[in-house]
């Protein structure tokens, strides 16, 4: 028995597994990287919302009417890229997105009227959201191949670029403009993207690894995504509406949490900056937990239990007193949202592919978008504390919906 254990890699089906394992890890490592990017860039453009905000003298208002742009180009593009993907391949739309992206994210800076503003973020969301559709479908093939909950660590990579790219941008802050800022990342994101399309590219699209102990397949037929219509898309629209009470916060916090320190609280700007980028931590440190935690609690406690303590966390983040509760509370709020918006996402692949990624995501990364101007809105009409409170009413609704949520999954059609 000894010597067949050392004689079973030389088996060709052995060898087989082994290559194709290789193979979804070059695959994953290099959507990883574009996971970061994603976050890196947006965090830059979050920080510099404050400078923008004074160069185009908007108020509050108009701030987040500008926004809109973001919500609008995200929004319109994001069922297109379902489409774009199911013809031409989640990974060149991933690598085309991120072109895109990069390019765009220097154009805010070059603006100095609100109109403008929103015309420009107009070209930022429809990238933004391209991106993330794209970024999501291929890693939902990943996850059905490698058959482990690992949806969360990819969406830990966007957290820590993020929290790179708040951290960097709160450094830069004081000292660099954000026309100069803005074009260093662009020049980043496009030296990135260059050096890892080649390995997203090269490799073949993923499927199952093959399993050595039996060579039966495990998905039984009806196991795969079905298609976009009645019962399943009912669960794919659950699953987006829980996605998108979190993003919601996500977004708030993303594009108001810099401005509540610095505006209602007085922080130093550096200070400020690195609200977003604690947040940031905290969620991905969630995220990088978040297959053991999946594996160990199962789908629906993890939803439920991750909304109620982020809906904790944002009532102290949008009412406390002083600046470092809030900093704790913002904290709080990233462990708690870390884990619902991949667990949604993936879920709603899982039931249907890149059309239940784009549809999911399109309502989820919609509330990361449509909450900012919404924030303004509130902020003008009552103030900004208050307006974040709805950030802690949403995560609270993500638990509620998650539990309801808890059978939705596994019911699909069997055609």
């Known amino acids: 028995m000894p010597l067949l254990n ?12 082994d290559n194709a394992a290789a193979s979804l890890s070059r695959l994953r490592t290099a959507l990883t990287v574009f996971f970061a990017l994603d976050g890196f860039l947006f965090a830059g453009w979050v920080v510099r919302i404050p400078a923008i905000k004074e160069q185009t003298g908007a108020s509050a208002s108009d701030l987040g009417l500008a926004l809109l742009g973001v919500s609008g ?7 297109l890229t379902g489409r774009l993907c199911r013809r031409f391949g989640s990974r060149p739309v991933t690598v085309a997105c991120g072109v895109l992206l990069s390019l765009s994210i220097a154009l805010p800076a070059q603006t100095h009227s609100t109109l403008t503003l929103g015309l420009v973020l107009l ?38 670029g993020a929290m790179t790219g708040a951290g960097l941008g709160g450094l830069v802050a004081a000292r660099l403009g954000a026309p100069a ?3 260093a990342l662009t020049v980043i994101g496009l030296l990135v993207t260059a050096a890892a399309a080649p390995a997203l590219l090269r490799h073949p699209a993923p499927v199952p690894v093959p399993e050595r102990s039996r060579e039966r397949r495990v998905e039984a037929p009806g196991n795969g995504p079905g298609p976009l219509r009645g019962t399943t898309r009912k669960a ?3 699953f987006g509406v829980i996605a998108l ?14 401005l509540h320190l610095q505006e209602d609280l007085h922080a130093h700007p550096g200070v400020a900056a690195s609200g977003y980028s604690l947040f940031a931590l905290t969620m991905a440190v969630g995220r990088l937990s978040g297959t053991t935690l999946l594996e160990r609690l199962g789908q629906t406690r993890t939803l439920v239990a991750g909304g109620m303590l982020a809906a904790a966390g944002m009532l102290l983040g949008a009412l406390a007193p002083a600046t470092w509760l809030v900093l704790l509370g913002f904290a709080v709020t990233g462990l708690g949202l870390a884990n619902i918006f991949p667990v ?23 509330g990361m978008l449509v909450g900012p101007p919404a924030i303004g809105f509130l902020a003008d009409w009552l103030s900004l504390p208050l307006a974040l409170t709805t950030v802690a009413v949403l995560a609270a609704a993500a638990a509620l919906l998650g539990h309801a949520a808890r059978g939705a ?6 055609e």
């Not at 079973?8 to 087989?16: E, H, I, L, R």
């Not at 180009?73 to 069922?79: E, H």
């Not at 009470?245 to 810099?258: I, N, Q, V």
């Open 6 to 17: 050392k004689l079973a890699p030389a088996v060709p089906g052995n060898q087989a597994a």
């Open 73 to 79: 180009g995200a929004v319109i593009t994001m069922m």
């Open 123 to 160: 070209v930022f969301g429809a990238s933004y959201g391209g991106i993330n559709v794209a970024m999501n479908s291929a890693a939902v093939d990943l996850v059905r191949a490698v058959r482990r909950p690992v949806m969360p660590s990819f969406h830990a990579a966007f957290s820590l």
């Open 181 to 183: 800022h803005l074009l």
């Open 236 to 238: 794919v629209a659950l």
């Open 245 to 258: 009470c979190t993003a919601y916060g996500e977004g708030a916090l993303a594009e108001w949490g810099t």
């Open 344 to 366: 949604a996402v993936a879920r709603a692949g899982a039931l249907a592919g890149p059309s239940g990624v784009a549809a999911a995501s399109t309502l989820g990364y919609g």
């Open 409 to 414: 999954s596994a019911h699909r059609p069997s």
